[in-house]
């Protein structure tokens, strides 16, 4: 019963914690109406992965041997992409609900991207649900024998309680500040996706895409991934016990990347008009061309002031 | 938005370019057969020559699905009930590599030694 609770919790965790993070999201931006994008996209993970489950029994030959793993690498790729994209997105409206426009969320904006979120939970639950299927299904052929239902019992609790824990951070999420949520989500997310990322690099390893080589650190003696607390720490930070080179490599280049993508570049974008202005006024000793450019700033927005008291001052 | 698509086409393409070499290359290496029953291996020691890559050819005589996992080698591969998979195996550095058949880890164990 252990060894099936530990498996199927493990499998399930990482959907879960997707699928709460998602619900969540869209509690917060106030688009509760759009939790049916996440629920279909859920419902219709769950069905691809049966059917993938029964479907696979169908192939043979270079379909078989390959098709399924192909898959697979693809989807973890694309639910990289996703999650990337998503906090990215994540980001930026940060930015744009700030302060007091905190509650006019633009749900026409909000409700053409959503469906996208809906692809998120889709990945989230297919990624490892076609596995979850076959070894349920494994299990349930052998639930005669007593030691048969207790497997069973384990393998529906670990789902149950992987359920659980995302049911857990929807609810805890929900009592967070907007803005807290969304940079602790970012983070979140992109740990999550770093993960990921680098389980990708070792499937296209153990395809022979990519040579596998060494593990750079062992520390399996100190907490196995393949434990409770070990498998956790793999759905949420990508933990590894015996990472190859190219996991580690893909890990932090990953990490780097995305970091600059969503937090760097909104550095550049958010207050870009103003601040060329802010950078010339603070250095101690401007320059006469500096002193010129500063001038003619203030006077812009001298007139930009008065045009804008214009009305109020005439009526 | 436009740039998480291009990367998404992008290992699409790469991932068909890889599978049509993939298959082409899979020719002409030594194949090894591994059987799964009562949920056990069969061989459950595997000797190869190390340094040369090879196929692992696993047929699962159950009436279950079977998933053929080794962590050391990142290999996950579901064997459904009554059929044959021809696994690709990379050239090997001398050394014991454990593997576990999933679904039943506790009964389902083997290694592969090379040397």
Redesign the interface.
């Known amino acids: 019963m252990g060894?099936t609770f530990v498996?199927t919790l493990r499998e399930a965790f990482e959907a879960s914690l997707i699928l709460g993070i998602v619900y969540t999201y869209l509690e917060k931006i106030e688009a509760r109406d759009n939790y049916r994008y996440v629920t279909w996209g859920g419902v219709l993970g769950l069905l691809v992965s049966v059917g993938m489950g029964i479907g696979?029994?169908y192939?043979?030959g270079?379909l078989?041997?390959?098709g399924?793993?192909?898959v697979g690498?693809?989807v973890i790729?694309?639910a990289v992409?996703?999650l990337?994209?998503h906090a990215w997105w994540m980001q930026q409206h940060a930015r744009a609900i700030r302060g007091q426009v905190q509650h006019r969320i633009d749900e026409a904006r909000a409700a053409q991207r959503l469906w996208m979120v809906g692809l998120i939970a889709f990945t989230g639950v297919f990624r490892e649900g076609?596995?979850t299927v076959?070894?349920l299904?494994?299990?349930m052929?052998?639930a005669a024998s007593p030691d048969g239902w207790g497997s069973l019992l384990g393998g529906a609790t670990g789902v149950a309680t992987a359920a659980a824990l995302g049911w857990a951070i929807f609810h805890g999420g929900k009592h967070l500040s907007l803005s807290k949520f969304f940079a602790v989500t970012t983070v979140f997310i992109l740990l999550l996706a770093a993960g990921l990322f680098s389980t990708g690099i070792?499937?296209l390893?153990?395809?022979?895409?990519l040579?596998?080589g060494?593990p750079v650190w062992d520390t399996s003696a100190l907490l196995s991934d393949?434990t409770v607390l070990g498998s956790f720490l793999t759905g949420l930070v990508g933990y590894r016990a015996?990472p190859?080179a190219l996991e580690a490599i893909g890990y932090v280049a990953y990490l780097v990347t995305a970091a600059g993508l969503i937090w760097g570049r909104g550095f550049r974008s958010g207050d870009g008009q103003r601040q060329p202005a802010i950078s010339i006024a603070s250095r101690p000793d401007p320059g006469p061309t500096a002193k010129v450019a500063s001038q003619r700033a203030t006077a812009v927005r001298g007139d930009t002031d008065s045009t804008a008291r214009g009305p109020a001052n005439s009526s | 938005m436009t740039r998480c698509l291009s990367l998404m086409v992008g290992v699409a393409v790469a991932g068909t370019w890889l599978l049509g070499g993939g298959v082409l290359s899979a020719d002409a290496q030594t194949e090894i057969a591994l059987t799964v029953e009562n949920h056990r291996f069969q061989p459950e020691e595997i000797t190869v020559k190390a340094g040369t890559p090879f196929v692992l050819v696993i047929t699962n005589k159950d009436k279950s699905p079977e998933e053929f996992e080794s962590h050391d080698l990142r290999i996950e591969k579901v064997i459904p009930a009554g059929k044959t998979v021809r696994l690709k195996m990379p050239a090997l550095k001398p050394g014991t590599y454990g593997f576990v058949g999933e679904y039943h880890a506790q009964t389902a164990k083997g290694r592969i030694v090379a040397e």
């Not at chain 1, 390893?205 to 895409?209: A, D, N, R, V, Y």
């Open positions: 060894a498996i696979v029994g192939l043979s270079p078989l041997d390959l399924p793993d192909l690498a693809a790729f694309a992409g996703l990337t994209w076609a596995e076959l070894f299904w494994g299990i052929a052998q070792g499937r390893q153990g395809l022979g895409f040579p596998l060494e393949r015996r190859s």
